[in-house]
Nanobody
């Protein structure tokens, strides 16, 4: 089993920044792909940003140029730097890890963008 612990969510004004972290622990095998998803009230969970074990990244069009995903392989931790936040970024953000065909999810962290 793999456990994912997220941190860094909160309330921020429009235009502000937040940094999310997700640390993986447990039976971790390589390669380990990690990423972030989000789910707003009444909407389906959607992909925000993904990063492979080699560092290749992919972003949803809605966050390109504003969000940046990175990882520290030594710590099995993935980060999401979120800049120029908008009210429509408000959601619960979930960390996801994938090892082969096994997928693991974090508990989620709330991000609220409001004045």
């Amino acid at each position: 089993q793999v456990q994912l612990v997220e941190s860094g969510g909160g309330l921020v004004q429009p235009g502000g920044s937040l940094r999310l972290s997700c640390a993986a622990s447990g039976n971790i095998f390589r390669p380990l792909s990690m990423g972030w998803y989000r789910q707003a009230p009444g909407k389906q969970r959607e992909s925000v940003a993904q990063i492979t074990s080699r560092g290749s990244t992919d972003y949803d069009d809605s966050v390109k140029g504003r969000f940046m995903i990175s990882r520290d392989n030594a710590k099995d931790t993935v980060y999401l730097q979120m800049n120029s936040l908008k009210p429509e970024d408000t959601a619960v953000y979930y960390c996801k890890a994938q090892i082969a065909f096994n997928i693991y999810w974090g508990q989620g962290t709330q991000v609220t963008v409001s004045s």
